[in-house]
């Protein structure tokens, strides 16, 4: 499903929240009123406190990159079959981050893809007791600085096959950086991208822009996709943290 996001009125990023829990769990949108923030709040409780049920990727990071991220983390989404897509979505596409060398890894966990210098590996989604011992023997990965300052950066997905007809398209990343720390990015980035890749949004061989801004608010552009969050410091509002434009033909 995509949608175009208006300017990022208050209204406009409940109505994105309640998108994002529609379509992925039209249980929770019948029982909450999605219109309001307390009712978003409400559905958000209530997917907390299911725990561990639901389908769960794990991440194992030696170090971050910003830009390969993004590669890697399309690159993983593109990999995943349809069953599994469809389960992972409907637990919003839950991942958890967890510090440590896959290279040391690899051998005893089926990574389901690594990136190629190693800084990061992927588990295939399933059941998060699936990763338990995973889980166990690594600590989460905990980056509280903020995202170090970076141009804006050209990341071309690799080549691989496409739908038919799709010509290769751009789409601009927008990560807002104030009062974000790395780990938060991590999972803003991770779901912006990991949803619009199992909505078909980015396909093999295309290129995403990435752009560090300090918030997305008045930015010049049409979104397709936004990671809607709540204002740490400022109870009842939320704030967009990263956002996917709409695309653009590649030359």
């Given at each position: 499903?995509?949608?175009?996001?208006?300017?990022?009125?208050?209204?406009?990023?409940?109505?994105?929240?309640?998108?994002?829990?529609?379509?992925?769990?039209?249980?929770?949108?019948?029982?909450h009123?999605?219109?309001s923030?307390?009712?978003?709040?409400?559905?958000?409780?209530?997917?907390?406190a299911?725990?561990?049920?639901?389908?769960?990727v794990?991440?194992?990071?030696?170090?971050?990159?910003?830009?390969?991220?993004?590669?890697?983390?399309?690159?993983?989404?593109?990999?995943?079959?349809?069953?599994?897509?469809a389960?992972w979505?409907?637990?919003?596409?839950?991942?958890?981050?967890?510090?440590?060398?896959?290279?040391?890894?690899?051998?005893r966990?089926?990574?389901a893809?690594?990136?190629?210098?190693?800084?990061?590996?992927?588990?295939a989604?399933?059941?998060?007791?699936?990763?338990?011992?995973?889980?166990?023997?690594l600590?989460?990965?905990?980056?509280?600085?903020?995202?170090?300052?970076?141009?804006d950066?050209?990341?071309e997905?690799?080549?691989?096959?496409r739908?038919?007809?799709?010509p290769r398209a751009?789409?601009?990343?927008?990560?807002?950086?104030?009062?974000?720390s790395?780990?938060?990015?991590?999972?803003?980035?991770?779901?912006?991208?990991?949803?619009?890749?199992?909505?078909?949004?980015?396909?093999?061989?295309?290129?995403?822009?990435?752009?560090?801004?300090?918030?997305?608010?008045?930015?010049?552009?049409?979104?397709?996709k936004?990671r809607?969050?709540?204002?740490?410091?400022?109870?009842?509002?939320l704030?967009a943290?990263?956002?996917?434009?709409?695309?653009?033909?590649?030359?």
């Open positions: 499903m995509t949608t175009t996001v208006a300017p990022l009125t208050q209204e406009c990023l409940r109505e994105q929240a309640a998108v994002r829990i529609r379509t992925a769990r039209p249980d929770l949108a019948a029982r009123d999605l219109t923030y307390d009712g978003l709040v409400a559905a958000r409780s209530d997917m907390t299911e725990g561990d049920a639901g389908t769960l794990t991440v194992v990071l030696r170090n971050f990159d910003l830009a390969r991220w993004v590669r890697d983390t399309c690159v993983f989404a593109l990999g995943v079959g349809p069953q599994q897509a389960d979505r409907t637990s919003f596409t839950r991942t958890a981050f967890l510090a440590g060398n896959p290279a040391q890894l690899r051998e966990f089926p990574f893809h690594l990136a190629d210098d190693d800084s990061a590996a992927w588990t989604p399933g059941p998060a007791a699936g990763t338990s011992s995973l889980r166990r023997l600590k989460l990965f905990h980056a509280p600085a903020g995202l170090p300052a970076r141009p950066t050209l990341v997905i690799p080549d691989g096959p739908p038919s007809g799709r751009r789409r601009d990343l927008y990560v807002a950086t104030a009062d974000c790395i780990s938060e990015a991590l999972v803003h980035v991770n779901h912006v991208l990991a949803e619009a890749v199992l909505d078909g949004l980015i396909a093999p061989g295309d290129h995403v822009a990435v752009h560090q801004v300090p918030r997305l608010a008045g930015l010049p552009v049409r979104l397709a936004v809607v969050t709540t204002e740490k410091h400022s109870p009842g509002r704030k943290a990263a956002g996917l434009t709409e695309e653009a033909l590649v030359a």
